[in-house]
Nanobody, 114 residues
Framework: QVQLVESGGGLVQPGGSLRLSCAAS????????MAWYRQAPGKQRELVAS???????NYADSVKGRFTISRDNTKNTVYLQMNSLNVEDTAVYYC????????WGRGTQVTVSS
């Protein structure tokens, strides 16, 4: 049974930081492209960042220079370090695993507000 469990979300003030984690089980984690998506109220889900099995990364323009995606294959976990957060980053953040199959986590809420 495949599980992706996100954690680390919460309420943060503008300019603050959060670190999201996504722990995977039931897959050969090292083979998967891992990604973070987000969905704000009334908007479509969008790609935030991705990392390949060879640690090649890709970022949405809106988060470049502020967010960093990384993975630890020994812990089957992918991370999203989010710095300089602003209110536009408020969304539910989802973890996605993609290889021959695609799996999603249930999401973690990030709220940026003063």
């Amino acid at each position: 049974q495949v599980q992706l469990v996100e954690s680390g979300g919460g309420l943060v003030q503008p300019g603050g930081s959060l670190r999201l984690s996504c722990a995977a089980s039931g897959i050969i984690f090292s083979r998967y492209v891992m990604a973070w998506y987000r969905q704000a109220p009334g908007k479509q889900r969008e790609l935030v960042a991705s990392i390949t099995s060879r640690d090649s990364t890709n970022y949405a323009d809106s988060v470049k220079g502020r967010f960093t995606i990384s993975r630890d294959n020994t812990k089957n976990t992918v991370y999203l370090q989010m710095n300089s957060l602003n209110v536009e980053d408020t969304a539910v953040y989802y973890c996605k695993a993609n290889y021959y199959s695609v799996y999603w986590g249930r999401g973690t809420q990030v709220t940026v507000s003063s």
